[in-house]
């Protein structure tokens, strides 16, 4: 796992990929997420993370400031050729804990309803949804979870 900054060579597949996914899955408004300024993922609130295998980044993630005692993870991906290898259980695991190092006590994150790939991985790692999950995702709009970390 190493830190970087988002602009790093080294997350430009990261940012490629999402920007793909997000506007692929919902058009222009998709593009826009990825438009937040890079700094806010930057200590003394955030940290952008990416795990790196053979010199290559296979995974990553970021958090920023959503609180004082929260934080608001983003950015979570995994490569399209590491898919259903674990990897982004093991890029959460490692946000939650940088997170607490920065003295977060919580995580918040959204994400959207057509991905359902995240909404499963973010109930089966322990997040509280903050919304109705016998609802039809596409008519709730974003998915909000929680979860303690102290």
Not at 6 to 28: F, H, I, K, N
Not at 63 to 73: I, S
Not at 106 to 134: I, M, N, S, W
Request: proline letters at 7%; glycine letters at 8%.
């Amino acid at each position: 796992m190493r830190r970087v900054r988002q602009p790093d060579p080294a997350a430009a597949p990261l940012v490629a990929e999402l920007t793909y996914e997000y506007t692929s899955r919902y058009g222009l408004s998709g593009a826009e997420e990825m438009q937040r300024p890079a700094d806010v993922f930057e200590p003394p609130h955030g940290q952008f993370l990416l795990l790196v295998e053979a010199g290559e980044a296979v995974a990553g993630g970021a958090f920023m400031r959503h609180d004082a005692e929260t934080a608001e993870l983003k950015r979570i991906w995994t490569h399209s050729r590491h898919r259903r290898r674990g990897l982004a259980r093991r890029v959460l695991a490692e946000l939650e804990k940088e997170a607490r190092t920065f003295g977060y006590r919580r995580v918040h994150l959204t994400t959207g309803p057509r991905q359902p790939e995240a909404r499963g991985l973010y109930l089966a790692t322990g997040y509280t949804p903050l919304f109705d999950v016998g609802t039809d995702p596409v008519t709730i709009g974003p998915l909000v979870f929680s979860k303690e970390i102290h």
